[in-house]
């Protein structure tokens, strides 16, 4: 597996969870590269990507000031920082390298993604 995902479990509402993506490739190094959920019986939505140095993030409206986004280069690891999750957090949460040296709100400029992780929130 290129992209894995890993951090994921069980939470109560308000706790925090950190996510990482770990590169084994380092493909992605020169790319941007963002986070994705879905949810049971739901379409994968956005939820925050980030750009090959690091700038440029872009978050979904319903993470927003709960979540941050980064990445190590050296390492060829992603993360997201998630704090004060709500029961509506929960989901299986996707890595994914883009095309291009900027992340994406959309899927389909992601080339490569990776297992995901599963993020369930008790209320």
């Known amino acids: 597996v290129q992209l894995q995902a890993s951090g994921g479990g069980l939470v109560a509402a308000g706790g925090s969870l950190r996510l990482s993506c770990a590169d084994s490739?380092?493909?992605?190094?020169?790319?941007?590269m963002g986070w994705f959920r879905q949810a049971p019986d739901k379409e994968r939505d956005f939820v925050a990507s980030i750009g090959w140095n690091g700038g440029g993030a872009l978050y979904a409206d319903s993470v927003k000031d709960r979540f941050t986004i980064s990445r190590d280069r050296a390492k060829n690891t992603l993360y997201l920082q998630m704090n004060d999750l709500k029961p509506e957090d929960t989901a299986v949460y996707f890595c994914a390298a883009a095309r291009r040296a900027y992340g994406s709100r959309i899927g389909s400029d992601y080339n490569r993604w990776g297992q995901g992780t599963q993020v369930t929130v008790s209320s």
């Open positions: 490739t380092r493909l992605s190094s020169n790319n941007g």
